[in-house]
């Protein structure tokens, strides 16, 4: 069993739907990150999470440490959301286990 | 600031040839990571560097896989022989004490025929 499980695994929604990307693990983390996968192979880090909630423009990402559980959502979904979201969890020191990912698909 | 340089961005050899990749990573930053990426395994972290030193290598393949950091600013990781398998993007990531964000560089696509 993977480390880190991410749901769905695709998913396509329409301009201007909410979209919500879960994030589950199974041991203790020390923090959990969002990344985001551009079309043409680029990773950028969305978030890093050790508790509650952060918000950085449309995105918003959540973490419960009890549930070992995050979410990423995005509001008002415009086409340019359109990536692979991949969850990973940081065990101890800067080691980074990844999700599988959630490709995502936002049509005009 | 540049962010982390990579090169090369496109390699494609023969099995049995050696490759090197090359990343530099951004000033000031004291923690390096390689990655690979393919389909079936996703991300994966091959080894990390903290301080030039390295921390966890327990990622790399096999013998066939090495990685060094001869200074802050340029680290290489070396596949001697390439096979097939070894097809993939390499990523390579830096980031400052503490490691909240790691900056990722653009990637290496590597095939191996």
């Known amino acids: 069993k993977n480390e880190v499980e991410q749901s769905p695994q695709n998913l396509t929604a329409q301009e201007g739907e909410f979209i919500t990307i879960n994030c589950s693990y199974s041991?203790?983390?020390?923090?959990l990150h969002w990344l985001q996968q551009h079309p043409g192979g680029g990773i950028v880090s969305l978030f890093m999470l050790s508790s509650g909630k952060k918000k950085h423009g449309r995105l918003i990402a959540t973490i419960n440490i009890q549930e070992k559980h995050s979410s990423l959502h995005i509001t008002a979904s415009h086409p340019r959301d359109s990536a692979v979201y991949i969850c990973?969890?940081?065990?101890?020191?800067?080691?980074?286990?990844f999700g599988g990912g959630t490709r995502v698909l936002v049509k005009p | 600031d540049a962010g982390v340089i990579q090169s090369p961005r496109h390699e494609v050899t023969e099995m049995g040839q050696e490759v090197t990749l090359r990343c530099k990573p951004i000033?000031?930053?004291?923690?390096l990571f390689w990655y690979r990426q393919t389909m079936m395994r996703g991300l994966e972290l091959l080894i990390y560097f903290n301080n030039n030193v390295p921390i966890d290598d327990s990622g790399m393949p096999e013998d066939r896989f090495s990685a060094k950091m001869p200074n802050a600013s340029f680290s290489t990781l070396k596949i001697q022989p390439s096979e097939p398998r070894d097809s993939a993007v390499y990523f390579c990531a830096s980031s400052s004490t503490g490691g909240e964000t790691q900056y990722f560089g653009p990637g290496t696509r590597l095939l191996v025929l």
């Open positions: 000033s000031g930053h004291n923690s």
């Open positions: 041991v203790g983390i020390s923090a």
């Open positions: 990973a969890v940081r065990l101890g020191g800067n080691k980074l286990t």
